[in-house]
């Protein structure tokens, strides 16, 4: 197994192609469209025995993986920002067909104003909808969590489908050293998908998603969408303790880097988390008792790893690449509610940063940890923090200027 | 760990020189991140590409701040502070730029406090602009005096694959003839520090102020606001019309112009805007009379073109 350079997209492209899926249902969206084409390319060339088809949309797009899924085949596709938001009734509604397949997310923000550059309220919108959530820092990790997204998605104890998210351009156009199994390795850490009592055939008519009258029915059917996701925990554990054996490559719900020790950990998602590697690395040299913990897996949410990882420190400060509008981050907020009530629960400090691609420069983690520390010392939470420079709102500022100027003029003045 | 930032327009092949040069790195036993960064995604925009690569695992990420080494494949975008050439340029950071001009003109003109050279861009020969790309990664794998040729060699082999045969040896041709002009100046190029936190400044972090909704809202009151930018600066290729060939079918070329950039004129010919021709060279290949070439923008007109006009 040597190691070879490709970009995050391909790291998923490659997920899909050892999972020797057998559909893809596609539209282009940017940062995504990469994974499709790679994909593309690879059906052309014979390298993967796989049908797949463009959609008019991704709401479309998602209802053929679900029902694709229910036939009992492995099924693979992938989104983004705008694309996911619009696929999005339909994410609800296949996680309700308990139809396992995995969809990968290359997170963008959302509109408006448009943009291209990654946040995660595109993915977190799918937070609530019974897909397990998983957020890859690497590209090593896009692939390797790909391949764990089917193994627990299929296990008939879950039979759910997944998302595994990677932040567009940081980490889906940068190419980073990887290793690609081999694939009958892969086949015996994954077998085919047996679909059991799913079976749906264009000769035996199925009808998914029938309505149901009256709460007690419809509690039932969401309650056990539910347990199934709860039990993802336990198996993602048990998937990850042979993913290991046979691969060499530990994935635990939850990272922790230099945690053990330390009073003060940084808590954040997403490819941004290795930014804090970094600056953990450098404040440790600075002599500063400092971590990091990485939810790897969003939903299930990992309470209790999570707990057990942050139980005695001073103060975390949770950075949310997110923001829910009118409320803060969402991390944060779920942090809050699984620590509630424990008496040595770590001081919390909230910030948003990374939103649109912001970039958090490494005095800036510098900052947070050291706000983290006050407040740990002042024995209070802060006041949740929007990273913004003044340098950043002066040049808002001469933007707005030109967009003043604009509005003042009259239409015929202008060329 | 060294810091590369690559600066050129969509279509230089800047992208692909990152890639050539993180592959070379990668092979003589270095950990590599490369990456492009674009907004526009349209050929002849300004776009950059970086590569870091350190002997231990690589956990900084995204846009390079503080390069060691920056190449820059298109000496128009040194006068564009948007293309952000220059972002992050310090003492210690080599600047390279490829150009007609001489190293002494950008020492001039640019008064970098680093080291500034040149790579010799010929406008008679072709190769030079056609494959600036694998010149300019030679160049940095040269400089940075870390790598082997034969690992360069190999690196622009893989990345230049798809291209097919005659192409990837063109680019080697030139290439290695760029690395034997750059062996002077291997090592010029050093890895850069770390951040250290003890002596960091600290962020000039603001509370956002609340404006008012007609304020704080993404709007552009300026209507037409596109035909002040001057796209035509981005141009690579340049369109030229053979009038004798023509058979003014315009609403072909017209019709099909991604950027509108080509009028009808009173005689029912077509007429370029070459202030907003972007040279995507689109018209070319649509034209059924084949009366539409491209010549390379660099070796268009010597004297001042129509879109830099006032």
Same mark, same amino acid.
């Given at each position: 197994m040597s190691r070879t350079l490709i970009t995050g997209n391909?790291?998923?492209?490659?997920?899909?192609?050892?999972?020797? $899926?057998?559909?893809?249902?596609? +539209?282009?969206?940017?940062?995504?469209?990469?994974?499709?084409?790679t994909i593309a390319g690879w059906i052309e060339a014979g390298?993967?025995?796989?049908?797949?088809?463009?959609?008019?949309?991704?709401?479309?797009? $998602?209802?053929?993986?679900?029902a694709a899924a229910a036939t009992g085949v492995r099924v693979f596709t992938a989104t983004s920002s705008q694309g996911l938001l619009y696929g999005l009734e339909m994410i609800y509604t296949v996680a309700g067909w308990r139809a396992p397949f995995v969809l990968v997310n290359v997170s963008r923000g959302l509109a408006a104003p448009v943009t291209l550059e990654p946040d995660h309220n595109d993915v977190l919108a799918a937070r609530d909808s019974g897909f397990l959530q998983l957020h890859a820092a690497t590209a090593q990790e896009v692939l390797d969590l790909g391949l764990l997204a089917y193994r627990v998605g299929e296990?008939?104890?879950?039979?759910?489908?997944?998302?595994?998210?990677?932040d567009g351009f940081y980490l889906s156009f940068t190419r980073e050293p990887v290793r690609i199994p081999d694939p009958a390795e892969v086949d015996g850490f994954l077998p085919p998908f047996e679909s059991g009592g799913l079976g749906f055939r264009a000769s035996r008519p199925v009808s998914e998603a029938v309505a149901v009258l009256?709460?007690?029915?419809?509690?039932? +059917?969401?309650?056990?969408?539910?347990?199934?996701?709860?039990?993802?925990?336990?198996?993602?554990e048990e998937a990850a303790a042979d993913f290991e054996a046979r691969f060499g490559r530990r994935y635990a719900p939850v990272e922790t880097y230099r945690a053990d020790d330390a009073e003060v950990v940084f808590v954040m998602m997403g490819c941004f988390a290795t930014k804090a590697k970094a600056a953990v690395d450098q404040l440790r040299d600075a002599g500063q008792a400092v971590g990091l913990v990485r939810p790897r897996m969003l939903r299930p949410f990992p309470g209790e790893a999570l707990r057990t990882a942050l139980r005695g420190r001073r103060a975390a400060a949770v950075i949310d690449q997110n923001l829910s509008l009118g409320f803060g981050g969402v991390l944060y907020g779920e942090l809050a509610a699984n620590l509630c009530g424990l008496s040595d629960a770590p001081i919390l400090a909230s910030f948003i940063g990374g939103l649109g691609g912001r970039d958090i420069p490494p005095s800036e983690f510098y900052a947070i940890a050291e706000a983290a520390r006050d407040a740990a010392d002042a024995g209070a939470p802060p006041e949740p923090r929007l990273l913004y420079t003044d340098a950043e709102l002066r040049e808002m500022r001469r933007l707005q200027g030109i967009a003043a100027a604009e509005r003042s003029e009259r239409p015929e003045a202008r060329r | 760990m060294y810091r590369v930032r690559f600066h050129g327009r969509g279509g230089q092949g800047m992208k692909t020189a990152s890639r050539i040069l993180g592959s070379a790195f990668f092979?003589?036993?270095?950990?590599?991140?490369?990456? %492009?960064?674009?907004?526009?995604?349209?050929?002849? @925009?300004?776009?950059?590409?970086?590569? *870091? @690569?350190?002997?231990?695992?690589?956990?900084?990420?995204?846009? /390079?701040?503080? %390069?060691?080494?920056?190449?820059?494949?298109?000496?128009?975008?040194? @006068?564009?502070?948007?293309?952000?050439t220059t972002t992050g340029l310090d003492e210690h950071t080599v600047l390279l730029i490829a150009s007609t001009e001489t190293t002494r003109t950008w020492?001039?003109?640019?008064?970098?406090?680093?080291?500034?050279?040149?790579?010799?861009?010929?406008?008679?020969?072709?190769?030079?602009? *056609?494959?600036?790309?694998?010149? &300019?990664?030679? @160049?940095?794998a040269q400089l940075v005096g870390v790598i082997a040729a034969s690992d360069f060699e190999a690196a622009l082999r893989d990345e230049l694959a798809p291209l097919g045969e005659p192409a990837a040896t063109q680019n080697l041709e030139l290439g290695r003839a760029t690395w034997r002009r750059f062996e002077p100046h291997a090592g010029l190029v050093r890895e850069g520090p770390d951040a250290v936190a003890s002596i960091s400044e600290r962020p000039d972090w603001i509370d956002l102020p609340f404006d008012a909704a007609r304020i704080a809202t993404p709007a552009i009151h300026g209507a037409a606001t596109s035909?002040?930018?001057?796209?035509?600066?981005? *141009?690579?290729?340049?369109?030229? /019309?053979?009038?004798? *060939? &023509?058979?003014? &079918?315009?609403? /072909?070329?017209?019709?099909?112009?991604p950027d509108g950039a080509i009028e009808v004129r009173a005689d029912g010919g077509p007429r370029i805007d070459l202030d907003h021709c972007k040279g995507c060279m689109v018209c070319m290949a649509v034209c059924p009379s084949h009366a539409i070439e491209s010549i390379p923008e660099a070796t268009a007109d010597a004297h001042a073109p129509e879109e830099l006009q006032p």
């Amino acid at each position: 197994m040597s190691r070879t350079l490709i970009t995050g997209n391909a790291a998923a492209a490659w997920a899909a192609r050892l999972a020797r $899926v057998d559909y893809v249902p596609a +539209f282009p969206i940017t940062p995504q469209t990469e994974i499709i084409e790679t994909i593309a390319g690879w059906i052309e060339a014979g390298a993967l025995d796989a049908r797949m088809v463009t959609l008019e949309s991704e709401h479309s797009m $998602v209802t053929a993986a679900g029902a694709a899924a229910a036939t009992g085949v492995r099924v693979f596709t992938a989104t983004s920002s705008q694309g996911l938001l619009y696929g999005l009734e339909m994410i609800y509604t296949v996680a309700g067909w308990r139809a396992p397949f995995v969809l990968v997310n290359v997170s963008r923000g959302l509109a408006a104003p448009v943009t291209l550059e990654p946040d995660h309220n595109d993915v977190l919108a799918a937070r609530d909808s019974g897909f397990l959530q998983l957020h890859a820092a690497t590209a090593q990790e896009v692939l390797d969590l790909g391949l764990l997204a089917y193994r627990v998605g299929e296990d008939e104890r879950v039979r759910l489908p997944a998302i595994v998210n990677l932040d567009g351009f940081y980490l889906s156009f940068t190419r980073e050293p990887v290793r690609i199994p081999d694939p009958a390795e892969v086949d015996g850490f994954l077998p085919p998908f047996e679909s059991g009592g799913l079976g749906f055939r264009a000769s035996r008519p199925v009808s998914e998603a029938v309505a149901v009258l009256g709460g007690g029915p419809y509690s039932y +059917f969401r309650y056990e969408i539910h347990a199934a996701a709860r039990n993802a925990l336990g198996v993602f554990e048990e998937a990850a303790a042979d993913f290991e054996a046979r691969f060499g490559r530990r994935y635990a719900p939850v990272e922790t880097y230099r945690a053990d020790d330390a009073e003060v950990v940084f808590v954040m998602m997403g490819c941004f988390a290795t930014k804090a590697k970094a600056a953990v690395d450098q404040l440790r040299d600075a002599g500063q008792a400092v971590g990091l913990v990485r939810p790897r897996m969003l939903r299930p949410f990992p309470g209790e790893a999570l707990r057990t990882a942050l139980r005695g420190r001073r103060a975390a400060a949770v950075i949310d690449q997110n923001l829910s509008l009118g409320f803060g981050g969402v991390l944060y907020g779920e942090l809050a509610a699984n620590l509630c009530g424990l008496s040595d629960a770590p001081i919390l400090a909230s910030f948003i940063g990374g939103l649109g691609g912001r970039d958090i420069p490494p005095s800036e983690f510098y900052a947070i940890a050291e706000a983290a520390r006050d407040a740990a010392d002042a024995g209070a939470p802060p006041e949740p923090r929007l990273l913004y420079t003044d340098a950043e709102l002066r040049e808002m500022r001469r933007l707005q200027g030109i967009a003043a100027a604009e509005r003042s003029e009259r239409p015929e003045a202008r060329r | 760990m060294y810091r590369v930032r690559f600066h050129g327009r969509g279509g230089q092949g800047m992208k692909t020189a990152s890639r050539i040069l993180g592959s070379a790195f990668f092979r003589s036993g270095f950990e590599v991140q490369d990456a %492009p960064r674009y907004g526009a995604e349209r050929r002849g @925009a300004p776009m950059f590409a970086y590569v *870091r @690569a350190a002997r231990r695992e690589i956990h900084e990420r995204g846009v /390079i701040t503080r %390069p060691d080494l920056v190449v820059v494949a298109d000496d128009s975008l040194t @006068a564009s502070p948007a293309a952000g050439t220059t972002t992050g340029l310090d003492e210690h950071t080599v600047l390279l730029i490829a150009s007609t001009e001489t190293t002494r003109t950008w020492q001039d003109r640019l008064r970098h406090r680093g080291p500034t050279l040149a790579l010799p861009i010929d406008p008679a020969d072709s190769a030079s602009l *056609r494959f600036v790309g694998a010149a &300019c990664a030679a @160049a940095a794998a040269q400089l940075v005096g870390v790598i082997a040729a034969s690992d360069f060699e190999a690196a622009l082999r893989d990345e230049l694959a798809p291209l097919g045969e005659p192409a990837a040896t063109q680019n080697l041709e030139l290439g290695r003839a760029t690395w034997r002009r750059f062996e002077p100046h291997a090592g010029l190029v050093r890895e850069g520090p770390d951040a250290v936190a003890s002596i960091s400044e600290r962020p000039d972090w603001i509370d956002l102020p609340f404006d008012a909704a007609r304020i704080a809202t993404p709007a552009i009151h300026g209507a037409a606001t596109s035909v002040e930018v001057r796209t035509g600066l981005w *141009r690579t290729l340049r369109p030229v /019309i053979d009038e004798a *060939r &023509c058979r003014h &079918c315009t609403w /072909i070329c017209s019709t099909l112009c991604p950027d509108g950039a080509i009028e009808v004129r009173a005689d029912g010919g077509p007429r370029i805007d070459l202030d907003h021709c972007k040279g995507c060279m689109v018209c070319m290949a649509v034209c059924p009379s084949h009366a539409i070439e491209s010549i390379p923008e660099a070796t268009a007109d010597a004297h001042a073109p129509e879109e830099l006009q006032p």
